[in-house]
């Protein structure tokens, strides 16, 4: 009796027991890079000095870095068209629309496995795949043809019963599941959707609450591949790549969580997280400055398609700035060919191009004060690129009819629900979709002048000792370890320059601290880390010296990222011991090597306190070696 995600795992495990706990390493089918994480994933993949990916289909995407308002955004896109054609790479043009729209449409496969060097890679779960997002280091191994491991997550059942009423999407299925589990609800768990209601989603639905258990913290989250998986792919030519997969009758799972879709109503994720979620009709009608739809949650071509006939023959109010950006080239053409666009142009919406545009603050960002509705995944304070501003996360339904009335308002308001009716076939043109070199050594990579080398980590010391640089609170994200915004997403192939923005968000000063101290230590809360894939979050620390992070629990992604950089990620065994350990104080660790080796507990002296503490290493024996050679590359390097 076996559930989806266990068939797809014991199809791809190369080493290890698939027990919820245990380190497992599984091989990876295909890859995805974007271009904000995807400089330093092609940078580390020549380090490794492979000739062709021995994936079976990789691709690299261009949708972060797209307002080119300087040289070093193209000359990053030269760089990883270059790099990638050489090397065996699908190169996605910019223009041809968010990495996982696009991968949804034209390369998901039903039962294979996808690692991601962004936290949304999930995405592709809504085919039936397992989909996962990882730092970029371990995307460049799995291209190299390395296995991905990771801590077995424990499998949980969403189950879905019933049918949605009008006017209740997608976006508010995972929005409530969001409000059950809580942002770090989904941590070490893989979700895995079942019950009548999978029957009622389309695929474009299914991957709005796939993309967004990135907020719960989830490994990743599956739905099975039926007869909508198959319909899906049919449209998009590509009936080949579909097999059916479903769970067994009577699959366990470690826990099941079930929601009634009929009971659910119109929901918003309020400022600042995708977690603080109440009714739409609850939080009243507030007045709304900025409404932004798009990025890869919301941006199918059914999602615009109700948007546009929201927006048919109306007009948005005078104080609202309406922008859509399409998802994808495929949903784009589309809608300019049957007249969609139109009906949203003359409403007075801006469209952009087929970006993350707003969603990662490259644009668009609100006035102050302001309050924004947002169809994304994440309303982190200052993302948007405006501190003060109030971004709520809402469907677009709700957002488009928002944007006609000035206010939040439940979208029921608008009247008689809208029927989409959807194409046989989609608008399949793969032209900038650029095939890599048949010959690679043929290709010469152009590296521009904005790609400075990345940080390398030395050999763990035998005694390690500094203090304590900065204390921060529960749920601390990566936009507040490494921002990321029009001025600094440019700036991702140069570390340097990146690490004196790091954890600024918290502490203007702590880029310089950091270097007068010669680096030291972090405390952080619950949940730390949560947030991107981007490994730059490491890396910055990495390159002021940092040697360890001590907090009461770590959010996935970014804690492998701090491994592979030979950061040191500890976890308060007692939680009180956090409230008594203080800022400047002085830490020492003895005998570090041999303790990590020996036990998964390390003593740690605070010596301005005269106080001795226990900090847990939730390591496997792998990465206790990458932590105790200095990192990745290193731990590479010795075993040639
Ligand atoms: C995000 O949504 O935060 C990003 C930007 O897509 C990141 C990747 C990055 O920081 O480059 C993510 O989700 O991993
Ligand atoms: Fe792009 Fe936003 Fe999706 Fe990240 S969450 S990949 S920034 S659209």
Request: proline share 4%.
């Amino acid at each position: 009796m076996k559930n989806v995600s266990l068939k797809i795992l014991e199809k791809h495990l190369t080493s290890g027991e698939l027990i919820a706990g245990k380190e497992i390493s599984i091989g990876i089918d295909q890859t995805l890079t974007q271009d904000s994480t995807g400089t330093m994933v092609y940078l580390q993949l020549e380090a490794m000095k492979i000739q062709r990916v021995k994936t079976q289909k990789s691709v690299a995407y261009i949708d972060h870095n797209t307002l080119q308002t300087g040289f070093e955004n193209a000359d990053d896109h030269k760089y990883i068209q270059t790099v990638a054609s050489k090397h065996g790479i699908y190169f996605s043009k910019p223009g041809n629309g968010i990495c996982h729209q696009v991968h949804l449409e034209r390369f998901g496969k039903p039962g294979f496995t996808l690692l991601g060097s962004d936290s949304h890679t999930p995405t592709c779960g809504a085919l039936g795949m397992l989909a996962i997002g990882a730092g970029g280091l371990d995307v460049a191994v799995a291209m190299a043809g390395g296995s991905y491991n990771l801590i077995m997550p424990e499998i949980i059942n969403v189950k879905l019963n019933g049918k949605l009423k009008p006017w209740v999407t997608a976006k508010d299925i995972i929005l409530e599941l969001l409000r059950i589990l809580t942002v770090k609800g989904g941590v070490g768990k893989i979700i895995e959707y079942s019950g009548s209601g999978v029957e009622t989603l389309s695929i474009p639905e299914r991957a709005t609450i796939t993309n967004m258990g990135a907020e719960l913290g989830a490994t990743t989250s599956v739905f099975p591949s039926d007869e909508i998986t198959l319909t899906f792919l049919k449209k998009q030519k590509r009936e080949n790549d579909w097999s059916e997969l479903k769970a067994d009758i009577g699959a366990s799972y470690s826990k099941t969580i079930e929601i009634n879709l009929d009971d659910l109503e119109p929901l918003a994720a309020k400022p600042h997280s995708p977690d603080n979620v109440d009714k739409v009709k609850n939080i009243g009608k507030i007045k709304v400055d900025q409404v932004a739809i798009g990025s890869c949650t919301n941006s199918s071509f059914t999602d615009m398609m109700k948007v546009a006939a929201i927006l048919k023959n109306k007009t948005i109010a005078p104080s609202v700035s309406l922008v859509i950006a399409p998802g994808s080239k495929q949903v784009l053409t589309m809608l300019a060919k049957n007249g969609a666009l139109a009906d949203m142009i003359s409403s007075g919406a801006r469209i952009l191009e087929s970006a993350c545009g707003p969603c990662i603050g490259m644009g668009q960002s609100p006035a102050s004060d302001a309050v924004s509705l947002r169809t994304f995944n994440r309303n982190f304070e200052g993302r948007s690129g405006t501190k003060s501003a109030q971004v709520y996360l809402v469907s677009p339904e709700t957002a488009a009819v928002s944007a006609i009335t000035g206010c939040l308002t439940d979208p029921h308001e608008f009247g008689a629900e809208i029927k989409i009716e959807i194409p046989d076939e989609f608008e399949i043109n793969d032209n900038l979709i650029i095939s890599p070199a048949e010959d690679g050594l043929k290709v010469e990579v152009v590296r521009g002048e904005n790609i400075k080398p990345f940080p390398l980590n030395k050999e763990l010391s035998k005694n390690i000792e500094g203090k304590i640089l900065i204390k921060l609170g529960d749920n601390i994200t990566t936009d507040d370890i490494m921002p990321s915004n029009a001025k600094l997403l440019p700036f991702r192939s140069n570390v340097p320059y990146l690490s004196e923005f790091c954890l600024t968000p918290c502490d203007a000063d702590f880029p310089k601290k950091a270097k007068e101290n010669g680096g030291g230590f972090i405390i952080g809360g619950i949940n730390y880390g949560q947030g991107s894939s981007r490994e730059h979050a490491a890396l910055v620390l990495l390159q002021l010296g940092v040697k360890g992070v001590i907090a009461k629990s770590f959010a996935r992604i970014h804690s492998d990222n701090l491994v592979n950089s030979g950061i040191i990620p500890m976890v308060f065994e007692n939680a009180g011991d956090y409230d008594k350990i203080n800022l400047n104080n002085s830490i020492e660790i003895e005998n570090i090597i041999e303790q990590i080796k020996n036990k998964n507990k390390i003593l740690i002296k605070n010596k301005t306190k005269n106080l001795l503490f226990t900090a847990l290493i939730n390591l496997s024996e792998r990465q206790k070696e990458i932590i105790i050679a200095g990192g990745l590359l290193n731990s590479v390097k010795n075993k040639k």
